[in-house]
């Protein structure tokens, strides 16, 4: 999905950030400040590093999703003036080290799209209609939001 | 109206759509959610505690208090976990 200057694709497949990020260089030449924020995922549970997970799973809400996504991004228009944005969200079974989701934004400077990205990031994490579920060899389990989510989106209302 | 669920709500509903008609009674989520947990065992499971469950409207973020008269989709989800 895209229009007015930004995509938004959600997807099984699985993504190459690299990729993904020169071509939207690429799209952008004139756009002299670029910036990205790359989730991947990790291969412990939570902050306890000695509990291994082999695979995740993401269930997710087909339609919301592209339209959170899209109203994000038009929320973050209207904050800063961006000259192009890209939110890549994979869905369904992913391993350790896989990229999960990719934003990206591009402005004249770094400053709106630096702050683009983190806006993004940040209200994608409480928003977006997504839901993990982590197995280990003999269990899987859901995972539970964290309160940090909120507060970090919540830093970024106006006052 | 078409009802979705997700995430561990889908797995104690044991289903993860259905269609209802709700009596004229029933005009908000909270209604709603009272009137589908009178009908089921699963459904008051899955809503045993109200305030783990957030809600879409027609796609869009909604509360309980939100009116669903002429609402085509009301999906069921924990906190979400994206990103």
Request: hydrophobic share 40%; charged share 25%; net charge negative.
């Amino acid at each position: 999905m895209s229009g007015n200057g930004h995509s938004v694709r959600v997807q099984d497949a699985a993504f190459d950030p690299g990729a993904e990020i020169n071509a939207f260089l690429a799209r952008n030449p004139n756009s002299g400040g670029v910036a990205s924020f790359i989730g991947q995922m990790r291969d412990f549970r939570g902050s306890d590093r000695t509990e291994k997970i082999a695979a995740m799973t993401l269930e997710h809400y087909p339609g919301m999703a592209e339209k959170q996504f899209d109203e994000l991004i038009a929320d973050a228009s209207q904050r800063w003036t961006l000259d192009d944005a890209l939110i890549v969200h994979r869905y369904g079974t992913m391993h350790p080290g896989d990229p999960i989701v990719l934003v990206v934004t591009a402005s004249a400077h770094r400053a709106n799209a630096l702050a683009a990205c983190e806006f993004l990031i940040d209200w994608l994490k409480t928003k977006a209609p997504f839901w993990k579920k982590e197995s280990s060899g003999s269990d899987a389990a859901w995972v539970e939001a964290q309160d940090g989510d909120d507060a970090r989106a919540q830093r970024w209302q106006q006052t | 109206m078409t009802l979705l669920y997700f995430a561990w709500v889908r797995e104690k509903v044991g289903i993860s759509q259905e269609s209802v008609t709700p009596p004229d009674t029933v005009r908000n989520v909270d209604e709603l959610i009272t009137w589908l947990s009178s009908r089921s065992a699963k459904h008051a499971d899955a809503f045993s505690d109200r305030k783990l469950v957030k809600i879409a409207v027609d796609q869009v973020h909604a509360n309980a208090r939100a009116d669903i008269q002429g609402a085509k989709e009301v999906a069921f989800f924990p906190p979400v976990t994206g990103g």
